[in-house]
């Protein structure tokens, strides 16, 4: 476990993999997203696409890094306090 | 009569056209249709404190028992209202400080068993919806008997492009202030403030009809007291800057009924703590009752510039901090959920378990922390 | 890092930039409906068939949440002008990606009136649907004369006004 726990995170948290992805994902859109009529949306319309499909569990964890951990911010939902001993 | 007819349907045209300009007969989409309640039960439980580290205090962590409620009511056809209340139960030891021991060890001070807290939270959101666009006005208030915060939000979102690219935007504001509950051996403040203020762009881009990425950016401001009342050996800086990027992406996947989330986070301040945060989740769906989403969420963080495991003697630096969520370390954790579906409810159960420990080349900070938490809750829609 | 922010921002320009250009019908414009039945593939209908009525042309799916309103509504609307002798009839184009879904619906939700199934989405590009549900009214000789998108409760009684002032 510990051992695994190093090399993935490596990997996971290498500039190249993300700048791999956001470069993927950018042609993917230059080709792709000017072509998505408005009857075309039934899955992006599902609960399970949402960007939070459960926003009150969410904030719960997003309060629980902001208090557990040295870094927060980047979401939309979570409220304020502290809870942070 | 047919001749009337006509007149009538000319004079129909003219009324009509005007009707169908935009703006004029088109309803908002995403205003809720119906009133929910949501509540959910939560139980987040931390290890002990490793015994072979602890020279003071108790083992026994932090316990937190939460409960959670939301009420969406739809006001009228263009808004809608959401009540957040939150109160949860604090209880257990906290890590004071560390300190050198034999052959350099760090040693883990904690404090005693008697910290009982509680916390509430209550926040209002109204959101204004209109054709191409919606806005969102939020304010809330948080207390716990050492701290109090004030906090409020605006958001804007405007879509373009059918709908097909939405840019948002938001600001946050938060006012805190601390009045800790002094034990002994610690009697550094009565009463400080703390504020924070946040702005935020972001754009969703739907891709194709089964995709739709999000990339995001945070620029977050903290000034006052940024130091931890609680302690032993903590001197922060009075500001804080933060910056985040963000990024987030969901895919449907059509043979199997389920969908892909990656969410990805890029975190850094001027106390030079770095972090990068990936999360990807699994919704499957099996039939349309029941959804299995496994998730997982690596962290990894560099430690601020005036961290240190231990601090002895008279400290020759102005700013020192021993606090563990300070520290270069990385976290993984494992979630399980489940949801089940009925015609006018939902059950939702999920388990998480959180695990941490110090980078390599480092010494580990002994509280780093790891938890496991429980959250069971149900939403019904009222039609 | 350093490369992530600078990289966010070019995605973010190059997405603003794109947009996507869209055909819109307009009011006094005809145009003829053929498509099969939800319920069965080889029996077609026509917007043809109801003339000599108002037509109510309702473009919706299953996942449009305002739709679970609009049909209901609609079909109570439909049941009360036909009491009143009035010649009127609605035509509901569905644009499910999978019709099952839209059957799945009807079960929950039964109308009254005929739905077609538009499997490729022809007439709702050339109508110009914006949004889901959008609506056309359709006058005697087949011609759009209103054009609606979304739904609320109080369209009906709009809605209603126009069809009374169409058939006097």
């Not at chain 2, 908002?28 to 015994?51: F, H, I, L, M, Q």
């Not at chain 2, 915060?149 to 804007?156: F, I, P, Q, R, S």
């Not at chain 2, 990894?300 to 005036?306: E, G, R, T, W």
């Not at chain 2, 969520?325 to 489940?338: C, D, G, H, I, N």
């Amino acid at each position: 476990m510990r051992c695994c726990l190093k090399i993935r995170s490596e990997y996971f948290f290498s500039i190249r993999f993300y700048g791999g992805v956001i470069i993927l994902l950018s042609l993917s859109g230059l080709t792709g997203c000017a072509s998505v009529e408005p009857w075309e949306k039934g899955m992006l319309a599902k609960p399970e696409m949402g960007w939070t499909p459960d926003p009150i569990e969410a904030a719960m964890e997003s309060h629980i890094f902001f208090s557990k951990e040295g870094s927060s911010g980047g979401n939309v939902s979570g409220g304020g306090g502290c809870g942070c001993n | 009569m047919a001749k009337k007819r006509h007149q009538n349907a000319a004079l129909l045209t003219l009324v009509t056209s005007a009707f169908s300009l935009p703006g004029i007969s088109a309803k908002a989409e995403g205003v809720p249709d119906s009133t929910s309640v949501k509540y959910r039960y939560t139980s987040y439980v931390e290890d002990n404190a490793p015994e072979r580290f602890t020279v003071e205090g108790d083992l026994g962590r932090y316990k937190i028992q939460a409960n959670q409620i939301q009420l969406v009511q739809p006001v009228g056809e263009r808004a809608s209202i959401t009540f957040d209340y939150l109160s949860e139960t604090m209880s257990g030891a906290s890590p004071w400080g560390v300190k050198q021991g034999a052959d350099n060890q760090p040693e883990l001070i904690m404090s005693g068993a008697s910290i009982k807290e509680e916390r509430q939270d209550v926040a209002v959101r109204l959101k204004v919806y209109d054709k191409e666009s919606s806005v969102s006005f939020m304010g809330g208030h948080s207390t716990e008997n050492d701290y109090k915060a004030v906090y409020g939000g605006l958001e804007n979102e405007l879509h373009f492009n059918q709908k097909n690219t939405t840019v948002k935007s938001g600001l946050k504001v938060s006012i805190d202030r601390i009045n800790p509950t002094q034990e002994e051996g610690q009697s550094r403040v009565s009463e400080e403030e703390k504020n924070s203020t946040s702005y935020s762009i972001g754009l969703a881009q739907v891709l194709n009809p089964s995709a739709i990425v999000q990339v995001g950016l945070e620029y977050a401001q903290l000034s006052g007291y940024l130091t931890d009342p609680y302690k032993l050996q903590d001197s922060r800086p009075d500001i804080r800057k933060q910056t985040i990027a963000s990024l987030g992406y969901r895919q449907f996947i059509t043979s199997t009924d389920s969908a892909f989330h990656l969410d990805y986070r890029s975190y850094t301040d001027d106390w030079k703590v770095k972090s990068h945060t990936i999360n990807v989740a699994w919704y499957q769906n099996f039939g349309s009752r029941h959804v299995i989403v496994p998730s997982i969420r690596l962290y990894s963080q560099k430690k601020a510039k005036f961290y240190g495991v231990y601090f002895e003697g008279g400290e020759a630096t102005e700013y020192f901090s021993s606090d563990y969520r300070l520290s270069s370390y990385e976290a993984m954790s494992y979630k399980l959920k489940y949801i089940k579906y009925f015609d006018t409810w939902s059950f939702t159960v999920a388990g998480e378990r959180y695990e941490s420990e110090g980078s390599s080349g480092e010494i580990e900070n002994p509280a780093l922390v790891s938890f496991t938490r429980w959250t069971v809750g149900f939403d019904i829609k009222f039609d | 890092m350093h490369h992530t922010i600078p990289v966010c921002i070019l995605i973010l320009i190059v997405f603003i930039v794109l947009s996507a250009p869209a055909n819109s019908a307009k009011i006094g414009d005809s145009y003829p409906i053929t498509l099969p039945s939800l319920f069965d593939s080889k029996k077609n209908i026509s917007s043809n068939d109801f003339k000599e009525k108002v037509l109510y042309v309702d473009f919706w799916a299953s996942w449009c949440i305002p739709c679970r309103k609009s049909l209901p509504q609609l079909n109570e609307l439909r049941e009360r002008l036909k009491r009143n002798g009035k010649d009127f009839e609605i035509l509901a184009i569905n644009l499910d990606s999978d019709p099952n879904e839209a059957i799945a619906f009807l079960n929950k939700y039964p109308v009254d009136y005929p739905v077609v199934y538009d499997a490729e989405g022809k007439y709702p590009k050339l109508y110009g649907v914006k949004g889901m549900p959008t609506s056309y009214i359709l006058d005697l000789q087949g011609k759009i004369r209103y054009v609606h998108s979304g739904f609320r409760s109080s369209d009906i009684k709009k809605i209603e006004a126009l069809v009374h002032e169409m058939l006097p």
